[in-house]
């Protein structure tokens, strides 16, 4: 029966308890005020706490919190100053007082969580039937802080559901603008989305493609940074290393990082840091040589005069970086400043704060120590001098006053407020404060996107030291991400400070631009950013630095010498005016000449007896085919055109069957003659004057039908030939058929061996008479050059092949000439005596040869 008794005395008791009460301890608030409405308040004014173990043997103690943080004073001072502001005006919620609870979260993450609940909840102990649920409206309308990224994320987690706005004055983390993880959250400074982006537009403008990366190790260092890496990438950036820290690490890990940047290449350090941690690794920096590195900072860090203060061995001058544009409110300076610990409704954080403002001990403090002087409560802040009294954070303290007007705007919509406000109406200012825009008293526009974000906009700054040692914030640019993306970088036309005082831009690049006429080639295992420059190939070229390709030039052109432009190939065809093209053409005009004399010499001596006895009608038209082969060797010299090709080839091959057929007509007129003089022959009837023409008319005809038939079906065209040499072109004529040009060749080649081998016969004719021995002679010449001719015409290049052909003619014109001619001219002219009747019938002894 005793189990029994103690359960009906457990439900007993319950029924007696009818409250709803709170687990754990109450957290009361570090600074307080009443009002109609509670505003709520998450700082951290200490900016650590003591580590201790715990035994889980018991409930864990409160956190014991350390290093008082001034900063996060100067933000409480400004939302109570925001606040008072509020509660003094009549346009703004009028008769309605604004009231604020703050908490210390000591920079602990799971602390904030908490503190966030004791502002949803509250801390009373409310009574309440059995039968209702515990539940009632938030006990704040809206929630100002954390500082940091990490601590809102769990924030806006937990409050997000009870759609409680929390506005942040400095956590920039992109991931907060997720609205379906923190639909709740709103901040009034821009995302590090922008930010990031706008580093590496700011790095891309200097031309720092080779840099290292410093972050803090937590979400406003990690996803700032990712996004940096990937704009970087984008922009062509590398990162040699990228190196995470937190400042409660070892300091073996700091040890580490500074190793690494010691044993980097690159000169640009990009530092996406917290205040807190930049201390830390400043402090750590000092006590090595790590000057001359160009630093590239956030904006925690990038306009913070304490850091500028502790930076005693210049490591950070010339830093340049991204920071909240300034701002000026106007009676907030006086406010901050005008600050008395017995005059504050929370006397406690205030005490502690005087205490570490002045270095003193108030007597009913418990942290007493006799050694220090007791503090009075009156000290004067005007010779103080540290990071409180700063005021180079105004534009933060700015964010948290609109901030709280934003509230304070979107209150005023709900409630209806015109000269009165209605207090009945439910309050619920999470849809409203989305969607309001207003300027502050100062002209400042204040309005939140569709992701809880202000306008981004940021000032470029540039740490440029002084004569006396104090680090000037210079604005040297502006960044607005509202503008077209070419248009948002804009630095101003001012004299930049750079790393040890340099004037100079640093350089921080892996490898060196490629210069115009060579291209990237990476290096293999590293990094894009590492390459060697390769010179671009002949008839390559690039015209742009850093070029990854090199573009070939149109067949039409080559590259110059530098590589870096195309220029037009030089076009190659013999010409008349070279030493070459004179030549050939000198010695064609002296064939013509030389066989004009001759047909001159025969036509006044036509009825000498040698004349009359080597067929003078053949011989004239002998004459004229070699002036025809002569001058046809003119056709191949100049710019090939269409006409051109075509006369060349065909003039050739019908002057020259003209010519062989001629003196195949004289060699069957010698072999006939001397066969006629045998008994009963009558042979010569069959090959008189009348046959010998035709003879030379059909042999002739049958090329002329060749040529025609070449003409017709593939006629020679003119050529640029890219293929010969790199750098010029040959300007020639394509055969069209190579069959038509073979069978003008081939047939040429028939006639010359049928006339050779005619000749060969009758070279045992008696001396005075004996025409074929020379026929034989020429056509062993004829023949001996045109079969040395085309193994030199296959193998020699461009215009020189055409050289070759000419050569050709002209050697086998003069050949002809010579040995056919010549002898009878030395007789008509130079031994008449032997130009007779008598001696041209006179009988001797055969010579063979």
């Known amino acids: 029966n005793e189990p029994i008794i103690l359960l009906l005395v457990a439900i007993f008791s319950q029924a007696e308890e009818l409250v709803c009460r709170q687990r754990g301890d109450p957290e009361n608030p570090q600074l307080s005020k009443n009002g109609n409405i509670i505003?709520?308040?998450?700082?951290?004014?200490?900016?650590?706490w003591k580590d201790r173990q715990d035994t889980y043997m018991h409930e864990?103690?409160?956190?014991?919190?350390?290093?008082?943080?001034?900063?996060?004073?100067?933000?409480?001072?400004?939302?109570?100053?925001?606040?008072?502001?509020?509660?003094?005006?009549?346009?703004?919620?009028?008769?309605?007082?604004?009231?604020?609870?703050?908490?210390?979260?000591?920079?602990?993450?799971?602390r904030s969580v908490r503190v966030a609940l004791a502002l949803a909840n509250g801390n009373e102990i409310e009574s309440a039937p059995s039968d209702a649920p515990c539940t009632r409206p938030a006990q704040v309308q809206a929630i100002m802080g954390e500082t940091s990224s990490s601590p809102c994320m769990a924030i806006a987690t937990v409050i997000g559901p009870f759609h409680i706005p929390m506005i942040s004055h400095f956590a920039t983390c992109a991931c907060l603008s997720d609205k379906t993880k923190y639909p709740s959250f709103l901040r009034t400074i821009p995302s590090d989305y922008y930010q990031s982006r706008a580093l590496a537009q700011l790095v891309k403008h200097f031309g720092w493609t080779w840099v290292g990366a410093i972050r803090t190790n937590d979400d406003y260092g990690n996803n700032g940074m990712a996004t940096f890496t990937e704009t970087a990438q984008q922009l062509g950036i590398c990162l040699e290393y990228s190196v995470s820290f937190f400042r409660t690490d070892p300091s073996k890990k700091i040890q580490k990082i500074i190793d690494i940047i010691k044993a980097s290449t690159s000169k640009v350090i990009v530092a996406f840091l917290s205040h807190m941690d930049m201390d830390v690794l400043i402090h750590e920096l000092s006590n090595y040589n790590m000057t001359g590195?160009?630093?590239?900072?956030?904006?925690?860090?990038?306009?913070?005069?304490?850091?500028?203060?502790?930076?005693k061995h210049h490591i950070l001058d010339g830093a340049i970086g991204l920071s909240i544009p300034k701002a000026h409110v106007s009676g907030m300076r006086e406010f901050i400043l005008d600050v008395k610990p017995l005059n504050s409704s929370s006397n406690e954080i205030f005490t502690e704060f005087w205490e570490t403002l002045f270095s003193c001990k108030f007597k009913q403090s418990k942290s007493s120590a006799g050694n220090q002087r007791e503090c009075t409560g009156h000290e004067d802040l005007t010779g103080v001098h540290n990071s409180f009294t700063d005021m180079s954070l105004m534009p933060i303290f700015n964010n948290v006053y609109k901030g709280v007007y934003a509230v304070a705007h979107a209150l005023h919509s709900i409630l209806g407020c015109n000269e009165t406000c209605n207090n009945k109406v439910k309050l619920d200012p999470f849809m409203r404060i989305k969607n309001i825009q207003f300027k502050t008293k100062e002209g400042d526009e204040v309005y939140f996107n569709k992701y809880g974000d202000p306008a981004a906009k940021y000032e470029i700054i540039n740490w440029q030291p002084t004569e006396n040692g104090i680090v000037n914030f210079v604005t040297v640019g502006l960044h607005d991400a509202s503008l077209p993306a070419d248009k948002q970088l804009n630095l101003q036309n001012k004299s930049l400070i750079w790393a040890q005082n340099s004037k100079q831009v640093p350089v921080s690049v892996c490898s060196e631009k490629c210069p115009a006429g060579t291209r990237k080639v990476l290096q293999k295992g590293k990094p894009v950013c590492c390459y060697d420059c390769i010179r671009c190939a002949e008839g390559e070229i690039s015209n742009i630095t850093d070029s990854i390709t090199c573009v070939r030039c149109h067949p039409e052109f080559w590259s110059n010498e530098r590589r870096d432009a195309c220029i037009k190939k030089e076009a190659e065809f013999l010409t008349y005016e070279e030493i070459m093209g004179a030549l050939l053409t000198a010695a064609s005009l002296f064939g013509t000449c030389m066989t004009a004399v001759v047909a001159f010499v025969f036509f006044r001596y036509r009825k000498s007896p040698i004349v009359r006895a080597n067929n003078s009608e053949l011989s004239f038209l002998l004459l004229f085919s070699l002036t025809l082969c002569f001058l046809c060797s003119l056709t191949f010299i100049g710019r090939p055109s269409e006409w051109s090709c075509m006369l060349r080839?065909?003039?050739?091959?019908?002057?020259?069957?003209?010519?062989?057929?001629?003196?195949l007509g004289k060699t069957i007129v010698v072999l006939m003659a001397f066969r006629a003089t045998l008994p009963g022959s009558n042979i010569m009837k069959w090959f008189g004057p009348a046959q010998q023409r035709l003879s030379v008319l059909a042999f002739t005809l049958i090329q002329v039908v060749i040529c025609i038939l070449w003409l017709t079906i593939s006629p020679p065209f003119p050529l640029k030939n890219?293929?010969?040499?790199?750098?010029?072109?040959?300007?020639?004529?394509?055969?069209?058929?190579?069959?038509?040009?073979?069978?003008?060749?081939g047939y040429i080649g028939l006639l010359a061996m049928l006339c050779f081998f005619l000749a060969f016969l009758a070279r045992k004719l008696p001396d005075n008479f004996n025409e074929a021995k020379f026929i034989t002679f020429s056509m062993l010449i004829f023949c001996a050059v045109w079969i040395t001719f085309i193994p030199a015409y296959v193998s020699s290049p461009g215009k020189f092949s055409v050289a070759v052909e000419i050569f050709a003619i002209l050697a086998s014109s003069f050949g002809l000439l010579i040995c056919i001619f010549i002898p009878k001219c030395y007789i008509i002219l130079l031994k008449p005596e032997k130009n007779t009747k008598k001696n041209m019938m006179g009988k001797v002894a055969p010579k063979s040869f």
């Open 60 to 110: 864990p103690l409160p956190l014991e919190c350390t290093s008082l943080n001034f900063r996060e004073f100067q933000f409480a001072q400004a939302m109570i100053f925001a606040t008072e502001e509020i509660n003094n005006s009549t346009d703004l919620l009028p008769g309605i007082s604004l009231g604020y609870k703050m908490y210390d979260t000591c920079g602990s993450i799971a």
């Open 39 to 48: 505003l709520g308040g998450i700082f951290s004014f200490h900016s650590s």
């Open 649 to 663: 080839h065909t003039a050739f091959g019908i002057t020259f069957v003209l010519c062989i057929s001629c003196i």
């Open 293 to 311: 590195y160009q630093w590239v900072g956030s904006e925690s860090w990038i306009f913070d005069s304490q850091i500028a203060e502790m930076d």
């Open 722 to 745: 890219f293929k010969e040499f790199k750098d010029k072109i040959i300007l020639e004529c394509a055969l069209g058929s190579a069959v038509g040009f073979w069978a003008v060749l």
